[in-house]
């Protein structure tokens, strides 16, 4: 079909005595499309009026298009099934032209911010190598909405923890704080609500109350509200994920702050400009940071087990055997563990990030094979049975070597039993259990019972009054 330029060349070059054969050839055309466009005397591009062979089938398209899910392959075979005469291409340009299966393009629109407006904050995962192996990580990106500077680090996994440590690490990196904070609709930071309706987290609105920002949530759906820090996501998994590995954590993401001095200290086509130096206008909008920063850490309370380990997130880290059975306040933080027993005893561990299933130990915290710890002193339940009863001292040892219970509740017992009992009756026991071996306190208790139950329980043989 010829366009209207080409037809009002014909009818000019026509007006000017120019003849049908040569128009075609110079325009490379039939004589018969001039003699058409001569005949109808209108440079206007004719309307094609016929009817569409899908037209018949509307309402059984418009009801086959939910129960098929939206397929139009299987609407296609449900109509051939039901005798309809029409190719797959023909339905799948009826409903393109008529929307029936997507909606109509929107324009976008465009965001502008002044300097220390707004910063945007995303999560994406991503696959890398690291410690020679593959393994899926959390990277979380910033973005200042005016100059396009990014910050970025990896995490393996991305709770509220790790949440305020990255943004501390971000507002450290650009040295200020902006207005607002703008994030999706993610449980880490979003109480309830969506959009304008977002309520933060008690433990994250506090945060920012810190650093003198609030956070705010785009509504649903709309995407275009924090393109600013959705684009980086591309750049970082094809440029700087691309053809590297990493020995450790740490090494990742010092490397991922090297990348983004470089990255933003280079020219950017889309913005035209380079982000370092519109950073340099932005920073002096950017609100100060607080004199002094805390450390981002979360507590534990933990019970030190038998083999002398404090357990966090399946790592285990060492502590002085004297704490065995002890409970403990562990503090989490970005680099460190802290076990602390009380203000005068702290344990620092450096911290896994990762579930790696390790025992972390300290050479001070086991003494050399063959020398274990040594009990200095008694248990003060024995201390106490002896200086009642000096003479059972030789069954308290044996007690301590052959006793099925642990041996504080076994001299727990036989405390009681030296305190509640007559001294006669219970030493009398006491040493027929030694002459034979016996050392369950439960069948010594009878027979310390059977020895003073006509003393306790003694019955007046002569017969009362009535």
């Given at each position: 079909?010829?366009?209207?330029s080409?037809?009002?060349?014909?009818?000019?070059?026509?007006?000017?005595?120019?003849?049908?054969?040569?128009?075609?050839?110079?325009?490379?055309?039939?004589?018969?499309?001039?003699?058409k466009?001569?005949?109808?005397?209108s440079?206007?591009?004719?309307?094609?009026?016929?009817?569409?062979?899908?037209?018949?089938?509307?309402?059984?398209?418009?009801?086959?298009?939910?129960?098929?899910k939206?397929?139009?392959?299987?609407?296609?075979?449900?109509?051939?099934?039901?005798?309809a005469?029409?190719?797959?291409?023909?339905?799948?340009?009826?409903?393109?032209?008529?929307?029936?299966?997507?909606?109509?393009?929107?324009?976008?629109?465009?965001y502008?911010?002044?300097?220390?407006q707004?910063?945007q904050?995303?999560?994406?995962?991503h696959?890398?190598?690291?410690?020679?192996?593959?393994?899926k990580?959390q990277?979380?990106?910033?973005?200042?909405?005016?100059?396009?500077?990014?910050?970025?680090?990896?995490?393996?996994?991305?709770?509220?923890?790790?949440?305020?440590i990255?943004?501390?690490?971000?507002l450290?990196?650009?040295?200020g704080?902006?207005?607002?904070?703008m994030?999706?609709?993610?449980?880490?930071?979003?109480?309830?609500?969506?959009?304008?309706?977002?309520?933060?987290?008690?433990?994250?609105?506090?945060?920012?109350?810190?650093?003198?920002f609030?956070?705010?949530a785009?509504e649903?759906?709309?995407?275009?509200?924090?393109?600013?820090?959705?684009?980086?996501?591309?750049?970082?998994?094809?440029n700087f994920?691309?053809?590297?590995?990493?020995?450790?954590?740490?090494d990742?993401n010092?490397?991922?702050?090297?990348?983004?001095d470089?990255?933003?200290?280079?020219?950017k086509?889309?913005?035209?400009?380079v982000?370092?130096?519109?950073?340099?206008l932005?920073q002096?909008?950017?609100?100060?940071?607080p004199?002094?920063?805390?450390?981002?850490?979360?507590?534990?309370?933990?019970?030190v087990?038998?083999?002398?380990?404090?357990?966090l997130?399946?790592?285990?880290?060492?502590?002085?055997?004297?704490?065995?059975?002890?409970?403990?306040?562990?503090?989490?933080?970005?680099?460190?563990?802290?076990?602390?027993?009380?203000?005068?005893?702290?344990?620092?561990?450096?911290?896994?990030?990762?579930?790696?299933?390790?025992r972390?130990?300290?050479?001070?915290?086991?003494p050399?094979?063959?020398?274990?710890?040594?009990?200095?002193?008694?248990?003060?339940e024995?201390?106490?049975?002896?200086?009642?009863?000096?003479?059972?001292?030789?069954?308290?040892?044996a007690?301590k070597?052959?006793?099925?219970?642990?041996?504080?509740?076994?001299?727990?017992?036989?405390?009681?039993?030296?305190?509640?009992?007559?001294r006669?009756?219970?030493?009398?026991?006491?040493?027929?259990a030694?002459?034979?071996?016996?050392?369950d306190?439960?069948?010594?208790?009878?027979?310390?019972?059977?020895?003073?139950?006509?003393?306790?329980?003694?019955?007046?043989?002569?017969?009362?009054?009535?």
């Open positions: 079909m010829l366009s209207q080409q037809r009002t060349t014909i009818l000019e070059l026509h007006a000017q005595g120019v003849k049908k054969r040569e128009i075609a050839r110079a325009l490379g055309i039939s004589r018969l499309s001039v003699r466009v001569l005949r109808s005397n440079a206007q591009v004719p309307m094609l009026q016929r009817a569409e062979k899908a037209e018949p089938y509307r309402q059984q398209i418009l009801e086959l298009l939910p129960r098929c939206g397929n139009l392959v299987r609407v296609h075979e449900e109509l051939t099934v039901g005798g005469a029409l190719s797959y291409q023909a339905l799948t340009a009826f409903c393109r032209r008529h929307g029936l299966t997507e909606p109509s393009p929107q324009p976008v629109g465009q502008h911010f002044l300097p220390g707004e910063l904050h995303d999560t994406s995962p696959e890398l190598e690291l410690a020679g192996k593959k393994c990580v990277t979380a990106s910033a973005v200042l909405c005016y100059s396009r500077m990014l910050f970025f680090q990896c995490y393996p996994t991305f709770q509220r923890f790790d949440c305020k990255f943004l501390t690490e971000a450290r990196y650009f040295g704080s902006p207005d607002r904070v994030t999706d609709n993610t449980h880490v930071v979003v109480l309830r609500g969506t959009g304008r309706e977002m309520v933060p987290v008690p433990e994250m609105a506090a945060f920012a109350e810190r650093f003198n609030r956070f705010v785009h649903r759906g709309d995407a275009n509200r924090s393109a600013r820090v959705e684009r980086p996501f591309w750049f970082i998994e094809n994920l691309a053809g590297r590995t990493f020995s450790n954590w740490p990742l010092e490397q991922a702050r090297k990348w983004c470089r990255v933003n200290s280079t020219y086509k889309h913005i035209r400009a982000p370092r130096e519109l950073f340099a932005e002096r909008h950017l609100k100060p940071l004199a002094w920063i805390p450390d981002v850490y979360r507590l534990h309370q933990r019970t087990d038998v083999e002398g380990y404090v357990a997130h399946s790592n285990r880290y060492s502590v002085p055997v004297g704490w065995i059975g002890r409970p403990v306040e562990v503090r989490e933080s970005k680099d460190k563990i802290a076990i602390q027993l009380d203000a005068r005893n702290i344990i620092t561990h450096e911290r896994i990030p990762d579930q790696q299933y390790q972390i130990t300290l050479a001070t915290h086991r050399p094979r063959g020398q274990g710890l040594k009990r200095s002193d008694t248990h003060p024995e201390q106490a049975v002896l200086q009642a009863a000096p003479e059972i001292a030789d069954y308290v040892t007690l070597q052959h006793s099925r219970k642990l041996v504080v509740l076994a001299l727990r017992q036989l405390l009681r039993l030296v305190r509640e009992y007559p006669e009756p219970f030493l009398s026991a006491v040493q027929e030694a002459r034979y071996g016996l050392y306190l439960d069948r010594l208790e009878r027979m310390i019972l059977r020895r003073v139950q006509r003393d306790f329980f003694r019955l007046d043989e002569e017969p009362g009054d009535e």
